[in-house]
């Protein structure tokens, strides 16, 4: 099994990044998927979710009207579309399949 994050980077305030996370290994169109992110010296926190049939959604209240998750199923890929980014967006972000796997997490960095 693998989870494989991409899309990291350093935006200014305002930037807008697209996270994609690539599986293999598993059954991914049985599976919700979800994006998780990490800042330092804070607890890991859940960030958005979406269905494995990709008609359902939830987010975290800090990033709704912000963020977009999203899946292809034929490509075995989710992503999270991140939009009008703030420094406090700043994080690990890391996407997961609830109670089994994690990707290695990529660095997103939002600075003037």
């Known amino acids: 099994v693998q989870l494989v994050e991409s899309g990291g980077g350093l935006v200014q305030p305002g930037g807008s990044l697209r996270l994609s996370c690539a599986a293999s290994?598993?059954?991914?169109?049985?599976?919700?998927m979800r994006w998780y992110r990490q800042a330092p010296g804070k607890e890991r926190e859940l960030v958005a979710a979406i269905s494995s049939g990709g008609d359902r959604t939830n987010y975290a209240d800090s990033v709704k009207g912000r963020f977009t998750i999203s899946r292809d199923n034929a490509k075995k890929t989710v992503y999270l579309q991140m939009n009008s980014l703030k420094p406090e967006d700043t994080a690990v972000y890391y996407c997961?399949?609830?109670?089994?796997?994690w990707g290695q997490g990529t660095q997103v960095s939002v600075s003037s």
């Open positions: 290994g598993f059954t991914f169109s049985s599976y919700v």
């Open positions: 997961n399949v609830p109670g089994a796997y």
